[in-house]
């Protein structure tokens, strides 16, 4: 897949449709400026009925439930919405219970769509909810993070954090539309705009090496979210992703290249105990080590790492990793729930717009980890340049 530069002359002023293809399950990602006053026109060409249940949060309600709803009323939807806390605290057996709960009271039937508009967290809980009741109901994700936007609304996953864990619980469960209005991103605090940027350089380095040249080229526009380069980004990260997905639902080898940089990310947020880093900053640092590691091993040159941690670093991302023993992140990556046959498995970038998927053996790892780790460079030749955090 390659991203002509040319085209960041087009904005998302005419909708652009990028089409998730799952056989029966396949469905539209629909990107268009302004979207979000056009709810109603878009659900009724899925004909479901004259009802529609949105679940939001307190944060995004105050912003943008008035002119969804209004949508969905001039198109004859009876509309109900349901609102859970801002944060990962509404991913719970808690909320869900009470969504069902609203769901059952009010005699949700069938055919009525539930909308998920919010980031990554109403998302996930919304869609475990619609999978769920009543054996599973239309589900519409309407994504306003850019986290949500190019990542977590595409592909089906849904879930809740368990007590020991994030997302223990879920399913898989394909959305019946994905309705992504970039301009909701323009209300975005700096901080979550950013942790989404994180997966939009992850395709960059996955798949595309043209979409990476762009955003060296233009990071400073992107950053502003100039609307033509934000209509580009959004729809390079969500063709990737949607192809991705479309070869591979339930996580083979080709969904798995989607985990660059969250082997280690993972690791960072569960040492850190889900506290210092968002996940894309988490993510960033990852990426930056398992571009550093691939070069370790000898499957990249020198040049992979140094580009792609320019690049984080321009993006006003974290790249160094912090200081922590090598042994406790091992233990925290060995706990994922990814983890195949004992073996720790990286998404090793071999060129950018590249990647090999490769068991790592712990000793290799311990080498590796011990001489990335502030205050102990210098002592391998690849890791010469990296800075501290
Ligand atoms: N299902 C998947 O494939 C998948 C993929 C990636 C992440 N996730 C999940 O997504 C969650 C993270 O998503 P997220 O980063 O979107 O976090 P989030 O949903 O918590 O949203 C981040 C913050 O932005 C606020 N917000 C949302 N839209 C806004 C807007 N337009 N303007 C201003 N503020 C707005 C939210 O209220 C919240 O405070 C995690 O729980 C993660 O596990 C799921
Ligand atoms: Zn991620």
Redesign the pocket.
């Known amino acids: 897949m390659t991203t002509r530069l040319s085209s960041i002359s087009n904005s998302t002023a005419q909708p652009i449709r990028i089409p998730v293809n799952l056989g029966a399950r396949s469905y539209d990602i629909i990107l268009q400026n302004g979207l979000l006053d056009r709810l109603g026109q878009q659900l009724s060409a899925l004909r479901l009925g004259n009802r529609a249940v949105i679940i939001t949060?307190?944060?995004?309600k105050r912003?943008?439930a008035r002119r969804a709803v209004q949508s969905l009323k001039a198109h004859g939807f009876a509309v109900t919405v349901l609102v859970v806390p801002?944060?990962?605290q509404a991913?719970s057996m808690r909320w869900l219970n009470l969504i069902l709960d609203a769901l059952v009271e009010s005699r949700c039937e069938r055919g009525t769509p539930l909308i998920a508009l919010?980031?990554?967290?109403?998302?996930?809980i919304a869609?475990f909810a619609a999978s769920v009741y009543l054996r599973g109901i239309h589900f519409i994700q309407v994504?306003?993070?850019?986290?949500?936007q190019v990542?977590?609304?595409?592909?089906?996953?849904?879930?809740i954090?368990h007590r020991l864990g994030?997302?223990l619980i879920g399913t898989f469960y394909q959305p019946r539309m994905v309705l992504i209005d970039p301009v909701?991103?323009?209300?975005?605090?700096d901080r979550?705009y950013g942790?989404?940027l994180a997966?939009v350089i992850k395709y960059g380095v996955i798949e595309d090496a043209g979409f990476f040249e762009f955003l060296e080229a233009h990071m400073p526009r992107v950053l502003k979210r100039e609307p033509a380069s934000l209509g580009l980004i959004l729809r390079t990260s969500c063709a990737i992703k949607a192809a991705t997905v479309s070869a591979d639902e339930r996580e083979g080898d080709r969904r798995r290249i989607l985990n660059f940089g969250h082997t280690l990310g993972h690791a960072l947020e569960t040492v850190t105990g889900y506290r210092r880093y968002?996940?894309?900053e988490a993510v960033a640092i990852g990426m930056v080590a398992a571009a550093r590691l691939a070069s370790h091993l000898g499957v990249a040159d020198n040049s992979v790492p140094e580009r792609i941690k320019d690049l984080v670093a321009r993006a006003a991302l974290p790249s160094e990793m912090p200081r922590y023993p090598a042994a406790s992140l091992i233990s925290a990556m060995r706990q994922d729930k990814k983890v195949q046959e004992q073996q720790i498995h990286f998404v090793l970038p071999t060129a950018i717009g590249k990647v090999t998927i490769a068991p790592v053996q712990d000793s290799d790892l311990r080498e590796f980890l011990k001489h990335s780790l502030p205050g102990r460079r210098g002592r391998h030749a690849s890791h010469r340049s990296a800075r501290g955090a």
């Open positions: 949060n307190s944060i995004v912003l943008y801002d944060g990962e991913k919010g980031g990554g967290v109403v998302g996930d869609g994504p306003t993070t850019l986290v949500a990542d977590a609304s595409i592909g089906g996953k849904t879930g954090n994030k997302n909701a991103l323009m209300t975005l605090p979550e942790a989404g997966e968002q996940h894309g």
